[in-house]
């Protein structure tokens, strides 16, 4: 196995593994918790969200630390640590359409579009960690980098519905109106930056070879 390879006693890998598995593991438990919270509109759970971004920048520091303290050959340290900074990048987006969500009342006519998205970025997240662990197992990760592309296209086929809709939606005032429009950009989003993080394991796996 590709892991055994990589690691030996003594060494910081396998705390990098380790920490990466929990950084994704908690970017999908952020997932499920929005998916859960914008689907039922318990704002107490989306809150919740906030604390787990917290809780990832602790994650994402013990890793660089690791990795710049010697963990893994150098030629592989930059692309661990952009792979778990692009997982912090998902979990920025994650955090903002939260705080997003909290100050906005969301139109039914387009809540249904939202919580398609929110559904898929949680599928796209759960195949990344799939990825993941294959990869530390030397498995191949082509079937899984296609799964994750063919989410990141759905998500981009209900984000035209979404946007097309969202021109007839009444808004109060400008600010409500870009409110929505943040909101809606960093849920979008997520799949983009989740399908870059699945690059950089396709990436890493080369590295590996």
């Known amino acids: 196995m590709l892991l055994k390879k990589l690691l030996a006693p003594g060494k910081k890998e396998k705390a990098v593994i380790e920490d990466l598995t929990r950084h994704i593991k908690l970017l999908y438990s952020g997932l499920d918790a929005f998916e859960r919270a914008f689907r039922d ?20 520091r013990d890793v660089i630390s690791n990795i710049y303290e010697g963990a893994f050959l150098p030629y592989l340290r930059p692309r661990l640590c952009r792979f778990a900074e692009v997982i912090d990048c998902v979990f920025d987006l994650l955090e903002d359409a939260a705080y997003q969500y909290l100050d906005l009342v969301i139109d039914a006519s387009i809540q249904n579009y939202c919580t398609q998205i929110a559904a898929l970025n949680e599928r796209m997240c759960e195949m990344l960690l799939l990825s993941f662990e ?76």
């Open 134 to 209: 294959t990869l530390m197992g030397g498995g191949d990760l082509r079937d899984k980098a296609l799964a994750i592309r063919v989410y990141e296209k759905k998500v981009d086929d209900i984000k035209l519905d979404l946007v097309r809709d969202l021109r007839n939606v009444e808004v109060k005032t400008f600010w409500d109106g870009k409110a929505l429009s943040d909101f809606v950009s960093s849920l979008t989003s997520v799949s983009d930056i989740i399908e870059d993080a699945s690059d950089y394991l396709q990436v890493i796996n080369v590295s590996m070879r």
């Open 41 to 60: 509109k318990d704002r107490d759970l989306m809150a919740s969200i906030i604390d787990l971004e917290r809780e990832a920048d602790v994650i994402r």
